[in-house]
């Protein structure tokens, strides 16, 4: 059987007495770097044009990285050209700092350091493997031999900064595939690398973490990370940068409890692009951080652009639950959900702390609009059909409509299966309540108060030529008037269970809307009307109601 996980061996977790990190709480946002136009680029079927390049460049800008990793110029001829454009063409702000990656070879050093000259500051990134698999079976060396690269890439590193002195260098290492790599030897070969450089007499040093392939649980890796900052030598003059990798689909979680364990720096791409199941999501992350009231200093508000432009020139589209931008990540489909969000929204007062059941952060703060929030389907209860019908029509139901209704809308939902939009839910609204038969629409009313009897004279046309009529009855209010006189125009006992009307808002077109619920007949009919007064809202709801079972007994005498 080829599914077989006896071919697979835990990872071993590291000992560790006492960790610090799991009591510590992240309140300040580390240093990013974006890694999208070297890492994120190196993954792609396609990789990015120079044109593509300067946009994502530029996107990275705006939303305010300060150190973004833009190629590996001594591997790619376009990488190459697109850091030369870059500096050429002067698009490298003051205050961001570009980074490439290059093997620890001095040919591809050399060849790095050509492509960044001019730049006003720059981070030299070395790397090599060091994990287990690849000493033994990659490149068949013991642990000195691995090391002595690591040595010599930091030599030329130093060497080739040196013919470039404009320059403001930092220097940065990666002990690649550091999961796979046991931790003393991999602090062994960063203590080794940093007696090059001397960060201790004032050179810049980044010393960064890679979870090139994610293998543990993020705890493990926090371990890892503690372990490393406890045992390095020159802690105190480096800083510490991770770069995880989403094997595990935790590269997230493993930067976060990594932060909690001291790291000072954090690489990642938009949307998480990156090599196999990608790299580490700096918009999740920096999010993350935003929903704690922590400043992640970088602008995702226009979350709605920078997607576009992370999906063009990556050609993957985002899935449309992707944390924080996805397109249904601030949806609620189920009733109780929906029930809960507009009490809690009713409640949001702009500027106070947000907390608003089911939405952990307010989807205004990335451009989205309240608009997407309630969506209805099938699983959807009242609450939501009464929310959108009020958020877009202005059109506010009686308890007793909003249940009929909402299960009107339901079975709707149920037939079609997908999603009812706003729209559909006004036109079946339309449709079920307030359509006016041919015949019944009211024309005008004069009405006449005297000893708490109201004298009603409602005329009522039909469309097409039919005769007006006027029907004269008294009542103790308009509506019974006219139930009194349509009752014996008819012939039927009517009986109002439920009545109920509204003034709407300013932005609809009527300024009332009257519910009516009677028993005609035996029978239960609900109707509803809008009108620019509430007595002629009022009328027209017992014209509709009326119209329904005389049409359908006009038709029964007829046959
Ligand atoms: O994933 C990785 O190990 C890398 C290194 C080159 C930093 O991308
Ligand atoms: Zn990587």
Not at 260 to 268: H, L, N, V, W, Y
Not at 445 to 451: A, F, G, M, T
Request: aromatic share 8%.
């Amino acid at each position: 059987m080829a599914f077989d996980h006896r071919k697979y061996r835990p990872y071993a977790p590291i000992a560790k007495p006492a960790r610090r990190w799991p009591d510590q709480v992240i309140s300040r946002t580390p240093d990013w770097c974006a890694v999208d136009l070297r890492d994120g680029n190196q993954a792609l079927v396609k990789p990015m044009s120079v044109a593509q390049k300067k946009k994502l460049f530029q996107l990275l800008v705006e939303v305010g990285f300060k150190e973004i990793e833009v190629g590996f110029p001594a591997a790619s001829q376009t990488d190459f050209d697109f850091v030369r454009a870059l500096i050429e063409e002067n698009r490298i702000p003051d205050g961001v700092t570009v980074q490439v990656l290059t093997q620890a070879r001095e040919d591809l050093i050399a060849r790095s350091f050509e492509s960044l000259k001019g730049a006003k500051s720059a981070v030299m990134h070395v790397y090599n493997s060091t994990s287990t698999v690849q000493r033994q079976q990659v490149f068949g060396l013991d642990r000195d031999g691995i090391k002595q690269i690591a040595i010599r890439g930091a030599e030329w590193v130093r060497h080739y900064a040196q013919q470039y002195p404009d320059t403001d260098w930092t220097f940065q290492y990666s002990p690649e595939s550091f999961t796979g790599t046991e931790i003393d030897y991999a602090v062994e070969v960063i203590d080794a690398v940093n007696n090059v450089w001397q960060p201790q007499g004032g050179q810049k040093v980044v010393i960064n973490l890679p979870a090139t392939v994610e293998m543990s649980t993020p705890n493990v890796f926090a371990d890892m990370v503690e372990t490393v900052i406890d045992t390095m030598q020159q802690r105190q003059y480096v800083r510490i940068s991770l770069h995880t990798h989403n094997d595990r689909g935790c590269a997230v979680a493993a930067a976060e409890l990594g932060v909690m364990a001291g790291a000072d720096r954090i690489e990642g791409t938009l949307l998480g692009n990156g090599e196999r199941t990608g790299n580490m999501d700096l918009i999740t992350m920096a999010m993350n951080l935003y929903s704690q009231g922590v400043d992640p200093q970088l602008d995702f508000s226009r979350m709605k652009d920078i997607v576009e432009v992370v999906q063009e020139v990556t050609d993957i589209r985002m899935h449309p639950r992707h944390p924080y931008a996805g397109e249904f990540v601030y949806a609620a489909f189920s009733g109780s959900h929906q029930d809960a969000i507009r009490k809690c929204l009713a409640r949001y007062d702009e500027g106070d702390i947000w907390q608003v059941a089911y939405l952990p952060i307010d989807p205004a703060d990335v451009g989205r609009r309240y608009e997407e929030v309630v969506r209805i389907n099938s699983q959807s209860g009242k609450g939501g059909v009464v929310h959108v019908l009020e958020r877009d029509y202005g059109i506010t139901l009686p308890r007793w409509l909003q249940v009929e209704f909402s299960k009107i809308v339901q079975g709707e939902a149920e037939s079609d299966g997908g999603e009812i939009n706003g729209a559909r839910i006004h036109q079946l609204f339309n449709q079920h309540y307030l359509s006016i038969r041919d015949g019944w629409k009211l024309q005008g009313y004069d009405l006449h108060r005297s000893d708490d009897v109201v004298e009603a004279r409602v005329s009522v046309a039909g469309s097409s030529g039919m005769p007006l009529r006027v029907l004269v009855a008294k009542g103790s209010g308009a509506v019974s008037a006219l139930v009194n006189s349509l009752a014996l125009e008819l012939g039927v006992a009517i009986r109002v269970e439920s009545f109920d009307e509204f003034s709407l808002g300013d932005n609809t077109a009527s300024n009332a809307l009257a519910c009516v619920r009677m028993q005609i007949d035996g029978n239960m009919v609900s109707a509803a009307a809008l009108a620019d007064d509430t007595t002629s809202a009022a009328l027209q709801a017992v014209l509709n109601a009326v119209s329904g079972i005389a049409e359908a007994r006009s038709t029964r005498l007829a046959g």
